[in-house]
């Protein structure tokens, strides 16, 4: 099989696409034959050398949609459709940047659906994320108030979608007024300019503080965020947008506000049920829930699609189809 393999961390350019063994199969294991994978910045942080735990060379690709191919244990039918993600794709075993996976039959979901290999493709990684943020690292109850810090990335506007399904009142930031009307249509109660200090706008339109708050810039902003919360409610820190793995000199009894609850979200597949996957893939395909998309490209156009991670101009979830 062709896969793109990672040998040292570096540019887009480090991607090497090489011929490989395809992956066997086991009793616990399912064979999955790779039609689509969305790009995720986990990836580019291993690609870029912030990913102590992974060892290379690798494959990565922490999600993908396709065809079983064989699963020995009876878990599967060959030709079934599927999603795969986490369970270690491409951080501790080779994952989907190729065209054949073998993935932990616990990291794989059927589907039923009609969508095309590049919009299915779009969903997996994303709506994990996204559903575990809400209902495992925020713990979501309908009417309450939302802050979402970092709204227009992929992750920001799939989770609004989803916290107005469930009944929220969401707020969302962007570092512009200009993408302010994206969050407006796509269904923000309000939405913030964020320049680094949102606590006095926050408190100004809700005083007291937001109920919850989905952290998606990281450390560069968790401590004001912290302030933006009601005592009793949550800040969930799911991503990193802000480049900053480490809060400097970090003092929890002095800069954790009373009452305040700090939490993280990086769960895995069993945060999301088949049963949740195909009700929102349903959803998607019935146009009833909208997935901020990017650029698609095709297998041999991996790098240009890593240079446009580097470059920032994803502008939703980016999409390769394989084959």
Avoid at 13 to 18: G, I, P, Q, T, Y
Avoid at 44 to 51: C, K, L, P, V
Avoid at 240 to 251: K, N, Q, V
Avoid at 281 to 307: C, K, M, N, Y
Wanted: some cysteine.
């Amino acid at each position: 099989m062709k896969a793109w393999r990672l040998h040292r961390p570096g540019g887009p350019e480090a991607f090497v696409l090489e011929d490989l063994a395809r992956p066997e199969p086991d009793e616990t294991r399912a064979l999955i034959r790779v039609r689509a994978f969305g790009l995720n910045r986990s990836e580019w942080f291993t690609r870029i050398g912030e990913s102590p735990t992974v060892r290379l060379p690798r494959v990565l690709g922490i999600e993908c949609v396709g065809t079983v191919v064989a699963a020995p244990g009876g878990q599967f039918a060959p030709g079934q459709r599927v999603c795969a993600l986490m369970g270690g794709m491409g951080r501790e075993f080779d994952g989907s940047y190729a065209e054949y996976t073998c993935v932990p039959v616990t990291s794989v979901f059927p589907v039923d659906t009609g969508l095309s290999w590049e919009a299915l493709g779009a969903l997996p990684e994303m709506l994990q994320t996204c559903h575990g943020s809400l209902h495992t690292g925020l713990g979501v109850q309908p009417k309450e108030t939302l802050l979402i810090r970092g709204g227009t990335s992929s992750i920001g506007l799939t989770t609004l979608a989803l916290a107005k399904r469930f009944g929220l009142r969401v707020l969302s930031t962007s570092r512009t007024a200009a993408k302010a009307e994206v969050l407006e249509r796509a269904g923000a109660d309000a939405v913030l300019v964020d320049d680094g200090a949102l606590a006095a706008k926050v408190h100004a339109l809700c005083p007291g503080g937001v109920d919850r708050l989905l952290e998606l810039i990281g450390a560069t902003t968790l401590l004001d965020s912290l302030r933006c919360v009601r005592p009793g409610g949550v800040v969930c820190m799911t991503g990193i947008l802000g480049g900053a793995w480490e809060l400097p000199s970090f003092r929890p009894m002095e800069q954790i506000p009373t009452g305040v609850r700090l939490s993280s979200y990086s769960g895995g597949a069993s945060d999301l049920s088949p049963e949740d996957l195909q009700r929102y893939v349903s959803l998607v395909e019935a146009g009833e829930l909208t997935i901020q998309t990017g650029p698609v490209w095709s297998f041999d156009q991996l790098p240009a699609a890593h240079q446009a991670m580097d470059e920032n101009r994803a502008n939703g979830k980016m999409v390769v189809v394989v084959g």
